[in-house]
Every structure is written in C-alpha cells, then in structure tokens.
C-alpha cells in the first residue's frame, strides 16, 4: 500500500512535466522566416478570409507558407512572390488589392451600400411624412361631418322591449 501511495505520489509531481504541448518546427533558415513572415502578413488566408497568412492555423495557409518559403529560396524578390499567388489566387489573396476595374467592388461597394442605404431611409422617411400631412377637407366632407356630430349631440331615447 505504501508503495503504489509513493508510485502514485511521484506520478502527480511529474505530471506537469510529462505534458508538453506540440513542439513547433525551428526555422532551417531564420533570414528566410523572416522574410517569409514579412510577406505574409499582407496576405490574406483563403480558408479563414479575416486573418493574414502568417496568423493561420489552416492547413491551406501552411501549404502557402510553405509555397513561400521556396519561392524565397529560390531568390525570387517579394513583389515576384506577391505575382505570383495573385497569378494563382487572384487578387483577393492581397490585404490590399489594387484599385482597378475588377477590384471596384472592394474597394467601393462599402460605400455604394451605405449611399444606397441612406437614399432609400431618406425616400421612406419622406413618403412615410407625406401619409402623415394633414389633408384638407372638401366642403362635402366638412357638412357630413358636422351631420355626423350633430346628430350625436342629441341623445338617443330609450327603447322598450315590450
């Protein structure tokens, strides 16, 4: 009994020690991770779409970076490297996409929507206060009226159900 308390006691206090979370690979090249990094951060992941390349978990995103790495090995310059994923993704891969007739929409459809939103509140707030205006009345519809008013001024005798 003493024995199995003593394994199990020297257990517990190795436990913290025996748990080690996923080793993450070091760089071959630190130049090149930099560099890599650098590149990445302008580039948006495909898979997650509002988190750059470089801050990624997707496995696609590690394929990228991967694909990065070589291209810097194999000397290409970074505006080469930014060509060439726009070449194979587009220019949604871009952070910043240029500004460019296929690109308006990226760039200027935020606005569009909010122009449009705005006309559209403005025409129905419009509409909305000529329902509400007060209307004049014909001559006709004063003297029915009036008829109308007159006729509840006097009251009603009661009638007998016998």
């Not at 930099?34 to 590149?39: G, L, P, Q, V």
Request: some cysteine; charged content about 25%.
């Amino acid at each position: 009994m003493k024995l199995s308390t003593a394994v199990a006691t020297l257990l517990l206090a190795l436990a913290p020690q025996l748990h080690a979370g996923e080793a993450t690979p070091m760089a071959e090249d630190p130049a090149v991770e930099a560099r890599m990094i650098a590149i990445s951060e302008e580039l948006r992941c495909l898979v997650c779409q509002n988190e750059s390349l470089a801050a990624s978990h997707a496995e696609l995103a590690e394929d990228l970076r991967r694909e990065v790495r070589s291209l810097i090995r194999q000397g290409k310059t970074d505006p080469e490297i930014r060509e060439y994923l726009v070449a194979r993704y587009g220019d949604f891969v871009l952070y910043r996409p240029p500004v460019k007739p296929t690109t308006w929409f990226l760039w200027f459809g935020p606005f569009a929507l909010l122009g449009g939103g705005a006309i559209g509140l403005i025409l129905y707030l419009r509409r909305r206060a000529g329902l509400l205006a007060p209307t004049a009345l014909s001559a006709a519809d004063r003297a029915a009226a009036e008829n109308l008013l007159s006729d509840q001024d006097t009251p009603n005798p009661p009638k007998n159900k016998a």
